[in-house]
Each structure stands twice: as structure tokens, then as C-alpha cells.
């Protein structure tokens, strides 16, 4: 946790602020080892981030006071479109993503979705997963998250409209012939398959609907490696 993000309504209008979570609370205090007097970073979600310092610390809540403003990390201009992974890799794929500064995610079905992932428990649990992503990446601003469980209607009906000749769309392909373009001047779509990757049908259609196949190699990578990759090679 390098950052503690606080709820914009948590009193923050006030010349004291309050942690009251009880995750937070122990992280603190077991990791960091937090004492009175010591300088804290604390983010203000949706808004502002700040360098506090710590007024009082008890069981139930840490009393803060802000001492001044602090810059935001700036988001990656990616809109990630992601064929939903099994529910485990879910968490570390949205932590991961939110860490790297990912400004929009959409989830997606394709043919090597099993359908089950979309009764997942851990779906429901996809704020928790940004906020942990934030706290990694002392950031306060989550990305904008939307759920498709149809294929062809989001490739037919949502992806032209998202592609412009300043931000196009890309797919993860092993088998395209063309590279993965590296250090991109604006910003782009990606598209990320399931472990097994998007079948060939799937990969034509996105291809018809304005999709470019770029290939990162002859190595066949796991989800969350390919994506820490790509957004490496493409905002260096």
C-alpha cells in the first residue's frame, strides 16, 4: 500500500480526516509500522491526492491532517478490452491493469470464456481489486469498468465506435504477421484473449470491424504476462 484512499464523502472537508478501515488500520500498523507524527500519502478517490501527517492512532481509527497537495500519476490513454480470464487471474489482471495506469477496461466473452466465470463470486468484488491497484500505484482515479457477455454484438456494434485513425484497436495475436507496434505517440484499444487465445473466427471478426492482429513473437505467453508486456512496449 503506497498510497491510502479514502471515500470522497469521509469527512474530507474538514481540518481533520480519518481512517476508519480496518484492512487499512492493520496494514499500517503491521507493515509500516506507523507512529504519531509521521507524514502519510492519502488519496482522495476521484480527486486529489495528499501528504498528511498523522495526528492520532488508535484500534478502531488513525486521525490524519493534510499538510499539502501531491501530483496524481497520469493513466495510460488504453481502453484494455479483455476476454474475461478465470476468476483467480481476474484479480491479478484488474490489480495489475489499474497499477499500470489503465484508464478504461471492458470485459468480454469469446468462445474460451467458460460461461460459469460470469457467476464468479470474484466478479463481484472488481472495486476491491481496483482500489487495491490504486493503493499499489499511488493513484486515485479507477478506471471506467464495463461488463459485455456477448461477443459478436461488442466487436459489431462497440468496437467501431471506439476506433479512431488517433487511437486504433490492436489484438494479442501469436500467429499475425505483423509486430506490435512499440512506443505509440497517442493512445489505443487492446485486445486481449482468453488462455487458449481467441479462436480463428473470432480473431476474423475483430479484424473486420477495424482490429489490427499484432504479434509479440513465436512465444505463447500467459494473460497477465502478455499484458504487463504490451503496455511496456507500447508507453515506454
Not at 488519496?43 to 488513525?62: D, F, K, P
Not at 512506443?183 to 484499444?189: K, R, Y
Request: hydrophobic residues 40%; contains cysteine.
Amino acid at each position: 500500500m503506497n498510497i491510502v484512499l479514502l471515500e470522497s464523502d469521509q469527512n474530507i472537508a474538514l481540518d481533520v480526516w480519518s481512517i476508519e478501515d480496518a484492512r487499512q488500520i492493520q496494514h499500517l500498523k503491521q507493515h509500516l509500522q506507523l507512529n504519531v507524527g509521521d507524514t502519510l500519502k492519502v488519496g482522495i478517490r476521484h480527486g486529489q491526492r495528499y501528504l498528511t501527517e498523522v495526528l492520532s492512532i488508535s484500534e478502531q481509527q488513525i486521525k490524519l491532517k493534510p499538510i499539502q497537495t501531491e501530483t496524481v500519476p497520469e493513466k495510460l490513454p488504453v481502453h484494455l478490452i479483455l476476454a474475461l480470464p478465470r476468476p483467480k487471474v481476474l484479480r491479478r489482471m484488474i490489480m495489475d491493469a489499474v497499477t499500470l495506469g489503465v484508464e478504461q477496461i471492458s470485459l468480454i466473452h469469446s468462445y474460451r470464456v467458460d460461461k460459469s466465470y460470469w457467476q464468479s463470486p470474484f466478479l463481484q468484488q472488481l472495486e476491491s481489486y481496483v482500489t487495491l491497484g490504486l493503493e499499489q500505484a499511488g493513484d486515485t482515479i479507477p478506471p471506467k469498468i464495463q461488463l459485455y457477455k456477448r461477443f459478436k454484438p461488442f466487436v459489431e456494434d462497440v468496437l467501431p465506435t471506439l476506433i479512431t485513425n488517433e487511437k486504433p484497436a490492436y489484438v494479442a495475436h501469436p500467429y499475425a504477421e505483423l509486430k506490435m507496434p512499440s512506443v505509440i505517440q497517442n493512445g489505443c484499444n487492446l485486445v486481449v484473449g482468453p488462455e487458449g487465445g481467441f479462436i480463428p473466427y473470432e480473431i476474423e471478426l475483430l479484424k473486420k470491424n477495424g482490429c489490427q492482429a499484432m504479434s509479440l513473437g513465436n512465444r505463447i505467453l500467459r494473460t497477465e504476462t502478455a499484458l504487463s508486456h504490451i503496455l511496456g512496449r507500447l508507453f515506454v
